[in-house]
């Protein structure tokens, strides 16, 4: 019984899935680290331009 549970289930297609799931979520992660990044930089040059002029 246990072996045809094993013979059910890809294990190449399934560890394929988890690589392309962990850089989908390391791409999205860096996204948002840099759309933040970036709306910091703006807001303080901003900032920067209003106290000086």
């Known amino acids: ?3 045809s549970l094993l ?3 890809d294990w190449g297609m ?3 899935l988890i690589g392309v799931f962990a850089v989908v979520c390391i791409a999205m992660v860096l996204i ?3 759309m ?3 709306g910091k930089s703006a ?3 901003e900032e920067d331009d ?3 002029g």
């Open 14 to 16: 399934g560890a394929m």
């Open 43 to 45: 807001t303080n040059q």
């Open 7 to 9: 013979l059910l289930v």
């Open 36 to 38: 933040s990044r970036n």
């Open 32 to 34: 948002v680290y840099s």
């Open 1 to 3: 019984m246990k072996n």
């Open 50 to 52: 209003t106290n000086n």
